[in-house]
C-alpha cells in the first residue's frame, strides 16, 4: 500500500473514532460498542493489498462516518414521557412529509393506499 493511501485509511479510522467520541458523547456501552466495531471492521480488512480495493473500502468507511455524524442523535429521558434530544450542528434536519403531500388528505380525491395480507404466512403461536 502507498504511503499516501495509508495515511487516508489512518486518517479516515481516526475521524471514524473522534465521531463516535461526538456522538455516544456520556454513553458508556454504545462508546464501548463502537470502539469495538470500527476497530474490528478494519482488523478484518487489514489483509487486503488491491489498492482500488483499499481505497472503496476507506470511501465506504467515510460514508458510514458520515452517516453516524448526520443521522444519529442521543435522546435521554428527563421525566416519564419527556425526553431530550442532542442535537448538533451536522444533524441533518428535514422536514416532515405531510399526509397531504403524499395524496392522503380528507380532501384529497385519490384513495389511500391499501395494504394486502399475505396469503402464504402462517401465524402458528
Known sequence: MSGYLRNQVLSTFK???RTRLKTFQD??????????KIN???????DVTDEKKIAELNEFALSVEHE?????????RV???KFEVRITADTEKLDNATLDSVGCS??????????KKCSGSTNTS
Open 106 to 115: 380528507v380532501n384529497s380525491k385519490r384513495e389511500p393506499p391499501t395494504f
Open 68 to 76: 453516524v455524524r448526520t443521522t444519529i442523535v442521543q435522546a435521554r
Open 15 to 17: 475521524k471514524l473514532h
Open 79 to 81: 421525566e416519564p414521557g
Open 40 to 46: 474490528e471492521e478494519f482488523k478484518k480488512c487489514k
Open 27 to 36: 454513553d458508556v456501552a454504545a462508546l464501548e460498542v463502537t470502539r469495538m
